[in-house]
């Protein structure tokens, strides 16, 4: 089945010590997303590649980066995490961008990140 | 400012029963409307959709209604089952170009059998 798959599920890290999540496709999508959950609250966008096209959202910490080195994979990399970083990372896909197909978006299962 | 809102945190149905989950917004701009369903420890999946041009949808057991003038949103599981049980978001896009999803926070539904 085409699906959307993040590694690790759970992670671990320490105060400042960098983190790369990982997140990969089989949908050949052109849009991959990465949004950031904590509990209770709605998943919030962080930024998301057109094909190779970044778009960071305007509220996102520098902290926080991503790259996509082909249209299958998407990493995101968090340099120094604090502890209000711990969430759930949900990574998504959509096959072009929202509100020009309304497609909806297609979600791994997340990986939990927990600060230590 | 969040203009997707989910004012119940929660909700209880009997099995059988119909569940109703609200959704409302305050972009009157948004013009595509979903509702995501969200089992623990999985991502959301995808579970039904509406247009602005619409004022319902349904698919099955599941109906959205959209009611543009009060800006509201709602979705209807009849009959209910156990497995309905998660949590559901509500999200809004507007058209044209790229434009983020805005989720709302979440119900979580539990049917009891």
């Known amino acids: 089945d085409a699906m959307v798959i993040q590694n690790p599920r759970y992670q671990v890290t320490q105060f400042g010590k960098p983190v790369t999540l990982s997140c990969s496709q089989t949908?050949?999508?052109?849009?991959m997303y990465w949004y950031q959950q904590k509990s209770s609250q709605a998943p919030k966008l962080l930024f998301h590649?057109?094909?190779?096209?970044?778009?960071n959202e305007a509220d996102t910490p520098d902290n926080f980066q991503s790259r996509r080195p082909n249209t299958s994979f998407c990493f995101l990399d968090i340099r120094s995490p604090g502890l209000g970083d711990a969430a759930m990372y949900l990574c998504?896909?959509?096959?072009?961008?929202?509100?020009?197909?309304?497609?909806?978006?297609?979600f791994g299962d997340g990986t939990r990140l927990s600060i230590l | 400012d969040q203009q997707v809102k989910q004012n119940s945190p929660s909700l209880s149905v009997q099995e059988g029963r119909i569940s109703i989950l609200n959704c409302d917004y305050t972009?009157?701009?948004?013009?595509?409307f979903l509702w995501y369903k969200k089992y623990p420890a999985e991502g959301p999946t995808f579970l039904i959709s509406?247009?602005?041009?619409?004022d319902k949808n349904e698919d099955g057991r599941f109906t959205v209604f959209l009611n543009k003038s009060a800006k509201h949103l709602s979705l209807h599981i009849v009959p209910s089952q156990p497995g309905d049980s998660a949590v559901y978001f509500c999200?809004?896009?507007?058209?044209?170009?790229?434009?983020?999803?805005?989720f709302g926070t979440g119900t979580k539904l539990q049917v009891i059998p």
């Open positions: 998504a896909t959509s096959r072009d961008l929202v509100g020009l197909s309304n497609q909806p978006q297609h």
């Open positions: 949908l050949n999508h052109n849009v």
């Open positions: 590649y057109y094909d190779k096209d970044f778009n």
């Open positions: 972009n009157s701009m948004f013009d595509y």
């Open positions: 509406i247009s602005s041009i619409k």
């Open positions: 999200a809004a896009s507007f058209a044209g170009g790229y434009q983020k999803v805005t």
